[in-house]
């Protein structure tokens, strides 16, 4: 993961929201508090679950995966647990649930001795509507509505529905969306930036375009260095917050044509390549001709 804002994460998620979380993945409990970032300390250079969840009857581990589950993420996953329960603060058991971009539903049963299975549960995000959940938050972004917590849950969930270089694709679009939100709440946008900042530190494989996302995501604003922090900082706030929004759009904007002509290259029909990326026609025929494709 990268370094900054990383015991950040989740700090101000509230109950209901996480809770929201849980009935996605088809879980219920009253009680749902946030507790990752003190067990992020005990070995850093490798103990570093995604998201840890006191509920009810349980201690719940929340793990992305990109890739197809093998013996060696069963291992790594069994440590966690094993770790998790032994620094608990309760007398609960520790279980784990993973969403995973790549995998169906189903339980893994990992033997890691004759007399014991560790067994865990993996969440196939394959299923969501993404275009239908894309949708219902920009007709709502267009007519001024704010959407509900479960609406911006499921948003920023999207990019792990996908596989391959989908992922960052999609990043981006929710991104756009996401930063264009300004009525949500401390603990709405907490959740929301957290999922995305470790689907974005997890599955963007470029490190510059990386660090730039989860910066801006992590609230340190590192694009405003970058475009056009000298052209508006006069001292006025007005101006200040100027400098944030082109940084923020530029930032997005570029990341969404490197997307388009990797489509491009790659052989994509323009109208479709507009209709996916939400771009105008004519924006992807303007990269078309720049790039002599």
């Known amino acids: 993961m990268a370094e900054f804002q ?42 570093k679950p995604d ?22 993420f069963s291992r790594r ?22 969403l995973s971009t790549v995998e169906d539903s189903k339980i893994v049963e990992y033997p890691y001795n004759k007399l014991n299975v560790f067994k865990y549960y993996v969440e196939g995000l394959n299923n969501l509507d993404s275009e239908e959940i894309i949708n219902n938050v920009t007709a709502k972004l267009k007519s001024k509505k704010i959407p509900d917590s479960k609406e911006i849950i499921l948003l920023s969930l999207v990019p792990l529905s996908k596989k391959g270089k989908n992922i960052v694709e999609y990043i981006y679009r929710v991104l756009r969306i ?11 946008k907490d959740l929301a930036y957290g999922i995305m900042w470790l689907t974005t530190d997890k599955f963007v494989e470029d490190s510059l375009e990386r660090n730039i996302i989860c910066d801006l ?22 101006g200040i917050e100027q400098g944030i929004e082109q940084g923020i759009e530029q930032g997005i904007e570029q990341g969404i ?32 001709n720049k790039n002599k494709l």
Not at 6 to 33: C, H, P, Q, W
Not at 178 to 188: E, M
Not at 217 to 238: A, P, W
Not at 257 to 286: C, Q, R, Y
């Open 6 to 47: 990383e015991d950040m994460l989740f700090k101000n998620v509230a109950d209901e929201d996480a809770s929201i979380l849980l009935e996605i993945l088809g879980k219920k409990s009253k009680r749902t508090k946030v507790w990752t970032k003190e067990l992020r300390h005990i070995d850093p250079t490798y103990y």
């Open 51 to 72: 998201l840890i969840l006191d509920l009810d009857d349980e201690n719940l581990i929340i793990e992305f995966q990109s890739t197809e589950i093998n013996d060696n």
């Open 77 to 98: 996953a069994h440590s966690y647990v094993a770790l998790t329960d032994q620094n608990k603060k309760n007398t609960k058991e520790v279980n784990l649930i993973v």
């Open 178 to 188: 996401l930063f264009r939100l300004k009525d949500l709440t401390i603990s709405q």
């Open 217 to 238: 995501l992590g609230g340190r604003m590192s694009l405003i260095h970058e475009y056009g922090e000298n052209k508006f900082n006069d001292g006025k706030t007005e």
């Open 257 to 288: 044509e490197k997307i388009i002509l990797n489509l491009l290259k790659s052989g994509e029909n323009p109208t479709d390549i507009a209709k996916k990326t939400e771009v105008d026609l004519e924006k992807v025929l303007e990269i078309k």
